[in-house]
T-cell receptor
Framework: DAKTTQPPSMDCAEGRAANLPCNHS???????VYWYRQIHSQGPQYIIH???NNETNEMASLIITEDRKSSTLILPHATLRDTAVYYC???????????FGAGTTVTVRA | GAVVSQHPSRVICKSGTSVKIECRSL??????MFWYRQFPKQSLMLMAT?????????EQGVEKDKFLINHASLTLSTLTVTSAHPEDSSFYIC??????????????FGAGSRLTVL
């Protein structure tokens, strides 16, 4: 699976949009971009995934660049409960296995 | 949505004893489940892939005789930490996958089981 690069940490203000970047320059055509988050002492939670089109669900939006070498997860209105480690993972579409990197520690401040 | 249940959420045991952790997919069947381990301030590390009706596949460096995995049904996988030692103290997390309408698949994770070996 392609490797991803994320900033180690970022802060954002409560109520504002949080934009989390992820680089995956070696992504191949059959690999999806997945985002998970892990709130302290809990199991990871699925957020969203995409192949090449932008995606939106009730939790977040995923913007994938046209060349697919990077993506941005957008939390439209961050709350204190969004404080977590966010993982960007690239994986072949039919492979269940997920490998986690270091992720981005996001701290939402009041 | 899909729910994966883990039990127990916390367990404390004495060194040398064995501990069993259960992972259940509550509203779907899972032929494959995954077990992860997470040490404090570190990311999740995949330990093994649990396959229903066959032997588990272990990642490099994970002792299969130490971490016994049984996937006896389509909704239950168990991880047994045998002869536990303090260095086995960790957060153990299981996951199971479901196919998504997009054609990809999504892993759902349990809440984790924190093992402390005294």
């Amino acid at each position: 699976d392609a490797k991803t690069t994320q900033p180690p940490s970022m802060d954002c203000a409560e109520g504002r949009a949080a934009n989390l970047p992820c680089n995956h320059s070696t992504i191949s055509g059959n690999e999806y971009v997945y985002w998970y988050r892990q709130i302290h002492s809990q199991g990871p939670q699925y957020i969203i995934h995409g192949l090449k089109n932008n995606e939106t669900n009730e939790m977040a939006s995923l913007i994938i660049t046209e060349d697919r070498k990077s993506s941005t997860l957008i939390l439209p209105h961050a709350t204190l409960r969004d404080t977590a480690v966010y993982y960007c993972i690239v994986r072949v579409y039919n492979d269940y296995k997920l490998s986690f990197g270091a992720g981005t520690t996001v701290t939402v401040r009041a | 949505g899909a729910v994966v249940s883990q039990h127990p959420s916390r367990v404390i045991c004495k060194s040398g004893t064995s501990v069993k952790i259960e992972c259940r997919s509550l509203d779907f069947q899972a032929t494959t489940m995954f077990w992860y381990r997470q040490f404090p301030k570190q990311s999740l590390m995949l330990m093994a892939t649990s396959n229903e009706g066959s032997k588990a596949t272990y990642e490099q460096g994970v002792e299969k005789d130490k971490f016994l995995i049984n996937h006896a049904s389509l909704t239950l996988s168990t991880l047994t930490v045998t002869s536990a030692h303090p260095e086995d103290s960790s957060f153990y997390i299981c996951s199971a996958g479901q196919d998504h309408r997009s054609g990809a698949n999504v892993l759902t994770f349990g809440a984790g089981s924190r093992l402390t070996v005294l």
